[in-house]
């Protein structure tokens, strides 16, 4: 009797067991689920806003590259290339802008405005930012204020900034020429000269993002251990030769990303030209000052010679410039990564020395 009331117990027990190790099973695969898949979805708001915000401008630049797209009209179907190319200049084509920029001479003197502004700029500016990083670290009194101080050129804008150089490098009655006129020198014509207009440029860089790689290279200083410049002191190493000998070896991965950082930077430099230009002169008289970044928006925004504002013929200046500075970049990496890894490894004398002794 007691063996046919226990029977329906056991099944209903036998079942709510199954039961749970089923729920237990789906839990399981949940969690394995949730193990490998959630950290996708906590960065998938990145990704997402860089393929709407970046990624998409990106591949439709390159679609507008390849047409007759007027800011006016619209798009006008494959470009041409016009009477730069010759006969084959009417023939549509989806490299007919690509090939306009190329007979562009004045393309060419954008790109070498560029370069010339970006090496005057960029190299004294990771100095001087190297130098003033080193001061920092230093015990100083009222630290916080000259860190405050360097970087506050960082916060103002640029058009704040143009206007206070404007002051300093204007032709007539500029700070340095009136200081020249004074010693009895020819003031220089800041826009009128090659030159003189780069260099003045640059100095508008440079007062303004040096503060920030200054910061940048302080933070990458504070982090290396400070016994290993007690051990520097030990062997007879003073602060010139720690500098050279520890800091900057130790900065070499940072030194990497600033290199890269102000590379592109500087090769996309357009604020400061455009308000350094003349009333509507952008880029100067005989384009001693004008950059690609410029050249880019004059000719898809403004009434270009020839013909009306042309999109498509921009965005083949992006490319080029896209293609540039990605380039210099990987070159500037490998450069500087061949350089670190060349002093940083053993000598092949000592290799040997070293197998000799093993042996």
């Given at each position: 009797?007691?063996s046919?009331t226990d029977?329906?117990?056991?099944?209903?027990?036998?079942?709510?067991d199954?039961e749970?190790e089923?729920h237990?099973?789906?839990r399981?695969k949940?969690?394995r689920?949730d193990?490998k898949?959630s950290?996708?979805?906590?960065?998938?708001?990145f990704?997402?806003?860089?393929a709407?915000t970046?990624?998409?401008p990106l591949?439709f630049?390159?679609?507008?590259?390849?047409r007759q797209?007027?800011t006016?009209?619209?798009d006008?179907?494959?470009?041409?290339?016009g009477a730069?190319?010759?006969?084959?200049?009417n023939i549509?084509?989806?490299?007919g802008?690509?090939?306009?920029v190329?007979?562009q001479?004045?393309?060419w003197?954008?790109?070498?405005?560029?370069?010339?502004?970006?090496?005057l700029?960029t190299?004294?500016?990771?100095?001087?930012?190297?130098l003033?990083a080193a001061i920092?670290?230093?015990?100083?009194?009222?630290?916080?204020?000259w860190?405050m101080?360097v970087?506050?050129?960082?916060?103002i804008?640029p058009s704040a900034?143009?206007?206070?150089?404007?002051?300093v490098?204007s032709?007539q009655?500029g700070?340095?020429?009136?200081?020249l006129?004074?010693?009895?020198?020819?003031?220089i014509q800041?826009?009128?000269?090659?030159?003189?207009?780069?260099?003045a440029?640059?100095s508008i860089?440079?007062?303004?993002?040096?503060g920030?790689?200054?910061l940048i290279?302080?933070?990458?200083?504070?982090?290396i251990?400070?016994d290993?410049?007690?051990?520097?002191?030990v062997?007879?190493?003073?602060r010139?030769?720690?500098f050279?000998?520890?800091?900057?070896?130790?900065l070499?991965?940072?030194l990497?990303f600033v290199?890269i950082?102000s590379t592109?930077?500087?090769l996309?430099?357009f604020d400061?030209?455009?308000?350094?230009s003349?009333?509507?002169n952008?880029?100067g008289?005989?384009?001693q000052?004008?950059?690609?970044?410029?050249l880019l928006w004059r000719?898809?925004?403004?009434?270009?010679?020839?013909?009306?504002?042309?999109?498509?013929r921009?965005?083949a200046?992006?490319w080029?410039?896209?293609i540039i500075v990605?380039?210099?970049?990987f070159l500037n990496f490998?450069?500087?990564?061949?350089?670190?890894?060349?002093?940083?490894?053993?000598k092949?004398?000592?290799?040997k020395?070293?197998?000799g002794v093993?042996?």
């Amino acid at each position: 009797m007691s063996s046919t009331t226990d029977t329906p117990v056991l099944a209903g027990k036998a079942a709510r067991d199954e039961e749970y190790e089923r729920h237990v099973a789906r839990r399981s695969k949940i969690g394995r689920f949730d193990v490998k898949f959630s950290p996708y979805f906590y960065i998938s708001p990145f990704f997402i806003l860089f393929a709407i915000t970046g990624l998409f401008p990106l591949l439709f630049t390159a679609f507008v590259a390849t047409r007759q797209w007027n800011t006016l009209t619209g798009d006008g179907g494959l470009a041409v290339c016009g009477a730069t190319c010759g006969d084959a200049g009417n023939i549509p084509s989806m490299w007919g802008n690509f090939q306009w920029v190329l007979h562009q001479p004045v393309f060419w003197t954008a790109l070498r405005n560029s370069f010339s502004i970006f090496l005057l700029s960029t190299i004294p500016q990771i100095i001087v930012a190297l130098l003033l990083a080193a001061i920092l670290d230093a015990n100083l009194k009222a630290k916080t204020f000259w860190r405050m101080g360097v970087l506050l050129p960082y916060v103002i804008a640029p058009s704040a900034a143009a206007i206070i150089f404007s002051g300093v490098f204007s032709d007539q009655q500029g700070l340095i020429n009136t200081l020249l006129r004074a010693v009895g020198v020819t003031g220089i014509q800041w826009h009128a000269n090659t030159l003189a207009s780069h260099i003045a440029i640059a100095s508008i860089v440079n007062f303004r993002w040096t503060g920030y790689n200054t910061l940048i290279l302080l933070a990458a200083m504070q982090a290396i251990p400070r016994d290993v410049f007690e051990a520097s002191v030990v062997d007879g190493a003073g602060r010139v030769r720690q500098f050279f000998s520890v800091t900057i070896p130790l900065l070499r991965p940072t030194l990497i990303f600033v290199i890269i950082t102000s590379t592109i930077g500087g090769l996309q430099i357009f604020d400061e030209p455009q308000m350094f230009s003349e009333a509507a002169n952008y880029g100067g008289s005989n384009q001693q000052f004008l950059t690609v970044s410029l050249l880019l928006w004059r000719t898809g925004f403004l009434q270009t010679t020839p013909g009306q504002p042309n999109m498509g013929r921009a965005a083949a200046i992006a490319w080029f410039l896209f293609i540039i500075v990605i380039i210099i970049a990987f070159l500037n990496f490998w450069l500087t990564r061949r350089i670190a890894s060349s002093s940083g490894a053993p000598k092949k004398s000592q290799k040997k020395a070293a197998k000799g002794v093993a042996a």
